[in-house]
């Protein structure tokens, strides 16, 4: 495995401004999930697919939030209009569902900063 | 609504001496219970996991965790706590459908020489 993947690892953007984040998952893993993770807090469900369905969405997923995950491999999530609020680190883990054990394997993350 | 909570923000401890990072949990049926570790500038990775078939889970470098289900823990401890172990940790809870988890607060580590 070579490991669930982020890109970027840092961005920096202008509130108002869309960003979009990449996450590649294990191969052969079904579930992708984003998490948020802000200074000093344990991270936070987002969303999770499974395969190309998003199967859940947290409350903490505004309007101006969108993932996808297209062809049931990598997914991208996109912030619209940012606020400095939305500045974080946003994680994406991968699973591959059976029916005896589920292991989340994380991604390093990508830095949102929005000034 | 499963959640956890983790009783200490930060520890402190002597490298050579017991590591201690507490948790409890809550939940409305059987839990499957985690520690994951993140050091700086890395990814999560998991310690060890609960999942009803031992009461004494063992993990990864030396860490153990019992699940007292009288007591609703799950505390993690290390007999013997080295430089590395410096890092945040979590505990974690798996909600009923499985798959999504849910972290404690954190427990930030610091070693000693």
């Known amino acids: 495995d070579t490991g669930v993947s982020q890109n970027p690892r840092h961005k920096i953007t202008k509130r108002g401004q869309n960003v979009t984040f990449r996450c590649d998952p294990i191969s052969e893993h079904n579930r992708l999930y984003w998490y948020r993770q802000t200074l000093g807090q344990g991270p936070e469900f987002l969303t999770y697919f499974q395969n190309e369905a998003q199967l859940e969405k947290s409350r903490l997923l505004s309007d101006r939030f969108s993932a996808e995950r297209p062809k049931g491999s990598f997914s991208t999530l996109e912030i619209q209009r940012t606020e400095q609020g939305d500045s974080a680190m946003y994680l994406c883990?991968?699973?591959?569902?059976?029916?005896?054990?589920?292991?989340?394997?994380f991604g390093s993350g990508t830095q949102l900063s929005v000034l | 609504a499963q959640s956890v909570t983790q009783l200490d923000s930060h520890v402190s401890v002597s490298e050579g001496t017991p590591v201690l990072l507490r948790c409890n949990y809550s939940s409305s049926y059987s839990p499957s219970l985690f520690w994951y570790v993140q050091h700086p500038n890395k990814g999560l990775q998991l310690l060890l996991k609960?999942?009803?078939?031992?009461?004494l889970v063992k993990g990864i470098n030396g860490f153990e965790a019992e699940f007292k289900k009288s007591e609703t823990s799950f505390h993690l401890t290390k007999p013997s706590a080295h430089m590395s172990d410096a890092a945040e940790y979590f505990c974690?809870?798996?909600?009923?459908?499985?798959?999504?988890?849910?972290f404690g607060q954190g427990t930030e580590l610091s070693v000693k020489p």
């Open positions: 883990a991968s699973s591959r569902r059976d029916q005896t054990n589920e292991k989340l394997f």
């Open positions: 974690v809870v798996s909600a009923l459908q499985g798959g999504k988890l849910i």
């Open positions: 609960y999942t009803s078939a031992a009461t």
